[in-house]
């Protein structure tokens, strides 16, 4: 695709300006980038050519490498790309340079804000492999057409995906990914590997046994004990192998199981012992610690006036209920609107922040940025490792104590503010970064007990 605006000559007439031009690649994902010459490199070589064949247009490479590999294009939450905008806000680069459109973006949105950006500091770009025109009105239709195409082949790419494995799913296919501990992948297929599957059944004798995951987890680190992958057991780790499905020889897919190729480790009878254990555990547990610990929203919870609202609770019988209640009825400060509620049932609201909490570990723009913050102080942590941290936060989540739950919460959360209709969360700024700080830090302090 040719640049918005022709060759830029100096006011004399005689000789073209300089023109920087930015070289930006990517690749959806890390595989194969291991390679000595990869997707990146053929992309940016392609690209080098492109700018040196327009060397008497006044076209000059820029040094600086922006890639993103591994990185979808259905999000601008990218290292390479922010570091590019960043630049082109500077004044640092005339011209972006990529092989094909949808390196740039594939999400129509997305690319109309690039193109906000790009007009704003008289940036252009270029497709080294589509020739067309956007200075025209033709030219910003073809442009858009192919973008549109674009996301659509990701959606229906990201659909068909998402098909495949359900339907493999529900005919107890195994579709990849890391093997539980007691087995072994051959074939796409998962074999019982015998030592391990008996380190397994005793994990499920002894808690049965002791009825407990953290005198269960201790046992494992004064044994020695070590995962398949040569780690250590934590009790995160430990729970969610009392409650895989996979033990019982089943396929699980979105929450729902279905009969698996494989064979059980476990049997029906001792899986839900276990399960039972848990869910008894869970409620003592919370029933115990509910009175003495904190609200965990207390000092983050404000009403459609503005005004704090305060943890409070009754009793009516032997039922225990807590609640949310404005500062302003405590200390009779006006009188409530009918409007706007001034006491809020604790457990609901408190049930729409972590849900909110969920869905935002869930997102894998959030590691990326948790990865640009994280850099400096923590070169060493690849995005894959933040995004795993993330991801088993979510499952350890009600595993959690209250008081522990209210602190993650502290850290997290600026403000909560219930608008009546809906309950907006302001999350910190460097919140999730301290969180996954916390997360390895208490790895690395299961190695040192280990």
């Not at 279905?258 to 476990?266: K, L, R, T």
Request: charged share 25%; with cysteine.
């Amino acid at each position: 695709m040719e640049p918005a605006s022709g060759p830029a000559y100096e006011q004399d007439g005689r000789a073209p300006r300089r023109l920087r031009c930015a070289i930006y690649t990517r690749k959806s994902s890390e595989e194969g980038l291991e390679q000595e010459f990869n997707s990146l490199d053929a992309q940016r070589e392609a690209c080098e050519a492109y700018v040196a064949s327009q060397r008497a247009e006044g076209w000059v490479l820029h040094p600086a490498f922006y890639d993103d590999g591994g990185f979808s294009g259905g999000t601008l939450e990218r290292p390479g790309l922010r570091r590019l905008i960043a630049d082109i806000e500077t004044g640092l680069v005339d011209i972006v340079v990529v092989y094909k459109i949808d390196r740039l973006s594939r999400s129509l949105m997305d690319f109309a804000k690039l193109v906000e950006a790009f007009d704003r500091n008289a940036v252009t770009f270029v497709s080294v492999t589509q020739s067309f025109n956007t200075t025209t009105s033709m030219g910003r239709l073809t442009l858009n057409i192919l973008l549109s195409f674009a996301q659509f082949e990701r959606e229906v790419t990201a659909e068909r995906i998402r098909d495949k494995v359900r339907a493999s799913r529900q005919k107890g296919i195994w579709m990849g990914g890391w093997a539980p501990l007691g087995y072994h992948v051959k074939d796409r297929k998962l074999i019982v590997q015998e030592t391990e599957a008996e380190l397994v059944r005793r994990i499920f004798r002894r808690f049965l046994e002791t009825g407990s995951v953290t005198v269960l987890t201790r046992e494992l680190h004064a044994e020695g004990r070590l995962t398949q992958h040569g780690k250590p057991f934590h009790k995160g780790l430990v729970y969610r192998l009392l409650i895989n499905r996979v033990y019982l020889g089943e396929a699980v897919h979105k929450g729902r199981s279905y009969p698996g190729e494989h064979a059980a480790i476990i049997d029906a009878e001792t899986f839900d012992h276990a399960a039972s254990i848990m869910a008894t555990q869970r409620r003592t547990r919370a029933a115990e610690t509910r009175r003495a610990t904190p609200a965990p929203l207390k000092g983050l919870l404000f009403g459609p006036n503005g005004a704090a609202m305060t943890p409070t609770h009754t009793k009516k019988g032997d039922r225990f209920y807590r609640y949310y209640v404005s500062t302003d009825v405590l200390k009779e400060r006006g009188r409530p609107s009918s409007a706007a509620p001034t006491r809020l049932p604790a457990a609901q609201v408190e049930a729409l922040v972590v849900d909110q909490l969920r869905a935002l570990v869930r997102d894998p723009a959030l590691a990326g940025r948790v990865s640009e913050e994280l850099k400096a102080s923590h070169p060493k942590l690849k995005l894959a490792d933040i995004d795993a941290q993330l991801r088993s936060f979510d499952a350890m989540w009600d595993q959690i104590f209250p008081a522990e739950q209210a602190r993650i919460l502290h850290l997290l959360i600026q403000r909560v503010d219930f608008r009546g209709d809906r309950i907006d969360v302001t999350w910190r700024g460097h919140g999730f970064s301290s969180l996954v700080r916390d997360l390895v830090a208490g790895n690395n302090r299961a190695k040192v007990a280990a």
